[in-house]
């Protein structure tokens, strides 16, 4: 009988064989199934706790009946519109499956073997991922320390110390995660200003709309001053949208059309469609959103220091706190109290958890939780 074993990690190309894949919060599903709870609380993934606005589930709702067809392919209604709230043309506009999706066709549009993508410790996890399952060479940089104003968060000079001829792409995360920390507007600028323009500088803007601080820049009004710019948003934070999964990128014409090239067809269903440009018009749902964020992340930062814990400044809509040695020890018993949180060893960052703001009874049952444990 013939041998059909077969190793097929090694039939993987290179830079996949020694991928580990994304890890997620831990789902709600799975905590009531392994520890037998009934009342749970995630506080993992930084979603919105309010859920998504009403316009937006009607506009979904409404969309239903057409679930026979094929969405619109390029989202015309969608691009456009999102096109006309950052006052850039249609063809700048390229949509992803919620925004990862977009930091992949980056990877999959600008890397290759031989190039290099250069990004801060302790930034997304995605960023390593897209880059070695391209082939190319991820170059960390090593991170503010635990002293700056910004500790953990993105140090430019270093960064842009590493960019060599290699370097085709450059991943920054402004508000970061999993730190919370921020670049302000002229500093991130002048650190665009020093790339060669064969650098493709990718800025995150994930969390934009949880930022405060007046000195916080929207990089979308900078594409016409830097043709390599790539800015990415995304539907599923502040908008409430995370199982949609709709996020967008913004460059210039030239490269979104070179991203729309390896964008998978109809990779945002038309209900997400729907949702997305329903939400992108209830203004007043963001707002409400982004006031309950900034009123409990507040709160939280002012309870957590209270424990004695160290919080690190936050722009999003979670913290980040150094729990010491016991973090892992913390984060499970926090589950057997049915609370989620998010460990960040992974991110080089062991003996700190993150902490989604949440509901305020949702923080208030947490910040008991987290006493308790604290002190047994």
């Not at 979603?47 to 606005?53: A, Q, T």
Request: with cysteine; net charge negative.
């Amino acid at each position: 009988m013939l041998d059909r074993t077969v190793d097929f990690t090694e039939l993987a190309v290179a830079g996949v064989r020694a991928l580990q894949p994304y890890q997620p919060g831990k789902p709600e599903s799975d905590l009531k199934r392994e520890y037998g709870l009934d009342d749970v609380i995630k506080l993992a993934s930084n979603e919105n706790p309010m859920g998504p606005g009403a316009r937006a589930v009607e506009a979904a709702s409404a969309e239903l009946g057409g679930a026979h067809r094929y969405p619109d392919g390029a989202a015309f209604v969608l691009r456009h519109a999102l096109a006309k709230q950052h006052g850039v043309d249609p063809l700048q506009v390229t949509l992803g499956n919620g925004s990862n999706d977009v930091l992949s066709l980056v990877a999959n549009a600008f890397l290759e073997p031989g190039r290099e993508a250069v990004f801060s410790a302790h930034a997304f996890a995605v960023y390593p991922i897209v880059t070695q399952a391209a082939g190319a060479s991820a170059v960390v940089v090593p991170a503010n320390d635990a002293s700056h104003p910004m500790p953990f968060g993105h140090d430019l000079a270093a960064m842009a110390a590493a960019v060599t001829e290699r370097t085709r792409v450059v991943f920054v995360a402004n508000p970061n995660n999993p730190t919370g920390t921020w670049l302000q507007a002229e500093p991130l600028r002048a650190f665009l200003e020093g790339l060669a323009p064969e650098v493709i500088a990718v800025v995150d803007e994930a969390y934009f709309e949880y930022a405060d601080d007046p000195e916080y820049p929207d990089a979308s009004r900078w594409l016409q001053d830097f043709p390599n710019l790539v800015v990415t948003r995304t539907f599923s934070k502040a908008h409430g949208l995370a199982a949609f999964r709709v996020g967008y990128g913004l460059s210039h014409p030239a490269v979104a059309d070179l991203l729309n090239r390896v964008r998978q067809p109809f990779n945002v269903s038309s209900v997400a469609q729907a949702a997305a440009l329903a939400s992108l018009g209830d203004q007043d749902y963001i707002a409400q959103s982004v006031a309950l964020n900034r009123e409990q992340r507040d709160w939280l930062c002012h309870e957590l220091q209270a424990l004695g814990l160290q919080v690190l400044p936050s722009a999003g809509n979670f913290l980040c706190f150094r729990v010491g040695e016991q973090a892992d020890a913390v984060y499970e018993g926090l589950l057997r109290r049915g609370v989620i949180l998010r460990p960040v060893a992974n991110y080089a960052l062991p003996g700190f958890l993150r902490v989604t703001v949440g509901l305020p009874a949702e923080n208030a049952r947490f910040v008991e939780a987290l006493k308790s444990e604290l002190q047994a």
